[in-house]
């Protein structure tokens, strides 16, 4: 699957390749605060836990993976975009609800850079009747991630305990039909 170039933005599927591009962004406390506590992810976690994560779900021919995202002007890489069935990592994941999710520097943010990705990614995904729905999942008190959600057309659902095998979280979950 391919997803075409919006305004300003560029996209790719991320790759084992891309492992430093993962580092680097996972560096920032401020992009780390509602994910880590701001702690910088280790060289060694990005390769042997998120790398291997990745390639769990990657699967080009759905769309599913993480999508890079370059400003098309310059070619700078300023974060990316999660595509992959919602509760992939669990006993029941939803092929038909996808859940989006994203991260972008900090120097990226303000700019409406992260929405902009995330609806093209969004409508370029939509094409497929396969997809149902588009849900995301962001700490109740992530307002810039919410604040996306809410571009994207999507409804607050719920707020619940996300038990995932890496981490339990309090999330607020927003969803949109196609």
């Known amino acids: 699957?391919?997803?075409?170039?919006?305004?300003?933005?560029?996209?790719?599927?991320?790759?084992?390749?891309?492992?430093?591009?993962?580092?680097q962004l996972n560096q920032d406390p401020e992009v780390m605060r509602f994910i880590s506590d701001g702690n910088p992810s280790s060289r060694e976690t990005i390769d042997n836990?998120?790398?291997?994560?990745?390639?769990?779900?990657?699967?080009?021919n759905?769309?599913?993976?993480?999508?890079?995202?370059?400003?098309?002007e310059t070619n700078e890489y300023i974060g990316w975009v999660l595509v992959r069935p919602m509760n992939f990592f669990s006993d029941l994941p939803e092929f038909d609800n996808l859940e989006l999710g994203?991260?972008?520097f900090r120097?990226?943010?303000?700019?409406?850079?992260?929405?902009?990705?995330?609806i093209q990614?969004?409508?370029?995904?939509?094409?497929?009747?396969?997809?149902?729905?588009?849900?995301a999942i962001a700490?109740?008190?992530?307002?810039?991630?919410i604040g996306v959600m809410k571009n994207l057309g999507m409804s607050y659902i719920k707020t619940y305990l996300h038990i995932d095998p890496l981490?339990?979280?309090?999330?607020a979950y927003y969803q949109i039909k196609n």
């Open 62 to 72: 759905h769309g599913w993976g993480l999508w890079q995202v370059n400003i098309t």
């Open 139 to 145: 700490d109740e008190d992530n307002l810039g991630s």
């Open 1 to 23: 699957m391919k997803i075409n170039n919006s305004a300003r933005l560029s996209y790719q599927l991320m790759t084992t390749d891309d492992a430093e591009l993962l580092y």
């Open 121 to 135: 990614i969004k409508d370029g995904l939509a094409k497929n009747p396969d997809n149902k729905i588009f849900s």
């Open 102 to 104: 994203w991260r972008f």
């Open 107 to 118: 120097s990226s943010w303000g700019k409406g850079y992260a929405s902009e990705a995330a």
């Open 49 to 60: 836990v998120l790398v291997p994560r990745m390639q769990a779900y990657l699967n080009p």
């Open 167 to 171: 981490f339990e979280c309090k999330v």
